[in-house]
């Protein structure tokens, strides 16, 4: 490690990673139907089962994540893992009551590391508002450790029934496609809310995907906390996809200069001006190996989880071992890639990017974008 940096370190998707907390499936439950999710076995008209996954499913899942751990402990990481939390247990606010809550498999969608600082996200849904609680001990040991560190806690939305849009589930698709400018989706523009999967880390820049887990007040919160520390807080935008949620299957940044770009999701014209006029390389995935039908059932997330890759370094990065095409085009793009099976961790909504949360990277914070033209908030 850097002499005397900060323990808390990490302002981008890229730089050398020193320390990492990589998730855990134990004692995950299937997410419960609720206003803000509505979950469906794929390609079939079965219910949604509820309650705890199988212990099969677990170990499965477990077995992959280890994996990932024991790589990146090989390339020198240090490698932290989540506190057990009973995942079956119900929560009752004065607001809303849900049956059980979900998993602690994916980090990237609760916790941000923003260069010293730990950012606790909002949260969009119900089963996921107290997600932050495995990850509280590493906080504060983090905390305690280095007076550096900073730590903030976004304010925690209502959840309650009005936060929602529920007649969004209904609508069909000729008035999703409609609409697909509106960026409106099943949560309404009262209260803050984000996820912190839809956020992306590029030095100085900082990407928010308007999204079904994060809205406009959720965006403005993370201007008005973060400009005055120095970052710029760019709102991009995903017309195609009509059910956005977190941005690490759609625009991943690989190296200065370099993004990975999700070709059934453009981005909305005119907001690819701030990358090409800075000399930024937006670089089509290739089709992913397995279609929509093929994804495992009760996996709720995309085909796209094919390009949710995790950097190493800016010249190492780490892939799902089957999706070859991917990994050609890596290599190509003169990466070393790292193989690993991930697989048996969609069901619980992610793959190697959304299952870590990067805690200290090597460097500093770079402006990649010298020509920009950024208008902070008044
Ligand atoms: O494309 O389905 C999945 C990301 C979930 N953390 C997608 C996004």
Same mark, same amino acid.
């Given at each position: 490690?850097?002499?005397?940096?900060?323990?808390?370190? *990490?302002?981008?998707?890229? !730089?050398?990673?020193? $320390?990492?907390?990589? #998730?855990? &499936? @134990?004692?995950?439950?299937?997410?419960?139907?609720?206003?803000?999710?509505k979950p469906a076995v794929r390609a079939s008209?079965?219910?949604?089962?509820?309650?705890?996954? *199988?212990?099969?499913?677990? !170990?499965?899942?477990? $077995?992959?994540?280890? #994996?990932? &751990? @024991?790589?990146?402990?090989?390339?020198?990481?240090?490698?932290?893992?989540?506190?057990?939390?009973?995942?079956?247990?119900?929560v009752r606010t004065p607001d809303f009551e849900v049956e059980n809550q979900y998993c602690a498999v994916c980090p990237r969608d609760v916790m941000i590391t923003m260069g010293n600082e730990i950012i606790e996200a909002t949260m969009s849904r119900r089963a996921r508002y107290f997600e932050y609680q495995p990850y509280r001990k590493l906080v504060y040991e983090y905390w305690n450790k280095d007076s550096r560190v900073e730590w903030t806690t976004a304010p925690k939305p209502s959840m309650a029934d009005g936060m929602y849009r529920e007649e969004f589930w209904e609508w069909p698709l000729e008035k999703r496609h409609e609409r697909m400018h509106d960026f409106e989706f099943c949560i309404n523009q009262d209260e803050v809310i984000f996820d912190a999967a839809d956020m992306s880390r590029l030095g100085r820049d900082i990407l928010v995907q308007e999204s079904m887990t994060t809205n406009r007040a959720g965006i403005h919160w993370l201007k008005r906390h973060l400009e005055p520390r120095g970052f710029r807080v760019h709102t991009v935008h995903f017309p195609l996809d009509f059910f956005p949620s977190h941005i690490d299957c759609t625009f991943v940044p690989l190296r200065p200069g370099l993004i990975l770009t999700n070709p059934d999701r453009p981005l909305r014209e005119g907001e690819e001006k701030m990358f090409l006029s800075n000399d930024w390389e937006l670089v089509d995935a290739p089709e992913p190996v397995l279609s929509n039908n093929e994804m495992p059932a009760y996996c709720q997330s995309s085909k796209w989880l094919s390009m949710n890759v995790l950097?190493?370094?800016?010249?190492?990065?780490?892939?799902?071992?089957?999706?070859?095409?991917?990994?050609?085009?890596?290599?190509?793009?003169?990466?070393?890639?790292?193989?690993?099976?991930?697989?048996?961790?969609?069901?619980?909504?992610?793959?190697?990017?959304?299952?870590?949360?990067?805690?200290?990277?090597?460097?500093?914070?770079?402006?990649?974008?010298?020509?920009?033209?950024?208008?902070?908030?008044?």
């Open positions: 490690m850097q002499q005397n940096s900060v323990i808390v370190n *990490s302002w981008n998707e890229w !730089d050398p990673l020193r $320390e990492m907390v990589v #998730g855990s &499936a @134990d004692n995950a439950n299937f997410e419960p139907t609720e206003p803000g999710s008209d079965e219910a949604f089962p509820t309650g705890p996954k *199988s212990k099969e499913a677990i !170990d499965l899942a477990n $077995e992959e994540l280890q #994996g990932l &751990a @024991d790589l990146l402990e090989s390339h020198g990481v240090t490698v932290r893992r989540p506190e057990p939390h009973d995942f079956s247990a119900p950097s190493i370094s800016p010249t190492k990065v780490i892939c799902e071992e089957q999706e070859k095409p991917l990994q050609d085009l890596l290599a190509k793009l003169d990466f070393e890639v790292y193989p690993i099976p991930f697989r048996h961790v969609f069901e619980y909504g992610g793959s190697l990017h959304c299952a870590t949360w990067d805690v200290h990277r090597e460097g500093t914070r770079e402006d990649y974008f010298p020509n920009l033209q950024y208008t902070p908030l008044p």
